[in-house]
């Protein structure tokens, strides 16, 4: 398909996974870029996988501040991971810390982004899509949400970390008439477009953020999955955003409708309140 294809090893943490190294490797040689999302991991582990090749990046969560943080992933998470970013900087790795948008770290986010300015490379949020583990938090209202939206923006003339993932960050855009985003892929929602989940047993999803199955990859090629009715769906997002002037950078979150029990096929983003129409012409 003339794309280059990457390979992104996830969790949990991958690196728990004893042939992770072999798998590394044979990526490698296979000719994919290799990006690793995981866990403060020994830098002697992580030396082994750099003399095979550089990741494209390393990424790490942090879900707040030191007490918010550790109170979700354990006790002295927050400090290990401050060390391992500093870690990756030494090893030459480009990384990246990304932040579960909830009602209770809200205000949080920027001072986090001021305290890692000097130690990571980029951080984002994504938002709480509530399943899993991550159906007992709760989303921001939908007010506070675009208030942070904005003063996140703000913040970013000054904290060049802070990146632009979410889509919704086009309703500002939109009402400052200002250049729209391409969010979370560049091109807007980027389920079963450019990237796949690929899951242990085989089964192949259009994204990784909440079930949605496509194929299973022991029955049917990756090719074949990709170019399936069933993924052309999740690739045209929603009906509800088809007339929208953002449509192709943009559509909302999948993840977040489907936790919050919508029909991703038929209804938007909650969070939108942009009332989609056809553009001038």
Do not use: W
């Amino acid at each position: 398909m003339h794309v280059r294809g990457q390979v992104t090893f996830s969790g949990g943490n991958p690196l728990l996974y004893p042939h992770l190294d072999k798998l590394y490797r044979t990526a490698h040689k296979l000719g994919f870029g290799i990006a690793i999302l995981g866990n403060p991991t020994p830098v002697e582990q992580l030396r082994g996988l750099v003399e095979i090749v550089l990741p494209l990046f390393f990424q790490i969560s942090l879900e707040g501040l030191e007490a918010h943080n550790d109170f979700i992933r354990g006790p002295g998470h927050f400090k290990r991971s401050l060390a391992f970013l500093d870690d990756l900087r030494e090893l030459g790795i480009y990384s990246m810390v990304m932040l579960t948008l909830t009602r209770d770290n809200l205000d949080q986010v920027l001072p986090l982004a001021d305290l890692l300015r000097e130690r990571t490379d980029a951080f984002n949020f994504n938002r709480l899509a509530a399943v899993g583990e991550g159906s007992g938090l709760l989303m921001p209202t939908k007010d506070d949400f675009k208030t942070f939206l904005r003063d996140y923006q703000k913040a970013a003339e000054s904290n060049p970390i802070l990146g632009f993932k979410d889509n919704l960050f086009n309703l500002i855009n939109r009402e400052n008439d200002s250049a729209l985003l391409g969010g979370c892929t560049g091109f807007g929602c980027g389920a079963a477009f450019n990237f796949l989940s690929l899951l242990p047993d085989g089964e192949v999803h259009a994204c990784r953020k909440f079930p949605s199955l496509i194929g299973n990859i022991q029955a049917e090629s990756l090719y074949d999955i990709y170019h399936s009715q069933a993924a052309a769906r999740y690739r045209a997002g929603s009906a509800a955003c088809e007339s929208c002037e953002k449509n192709l950078v943009c559509r909302g979150c999948l993840a977040v409708a489907y936790s919050l029990g919508l029909d991703i096929f038929t209804e938007k983003d909650p969070f939108c309140d942009f009332t989609p129409s056809l553009p001038n012409r």
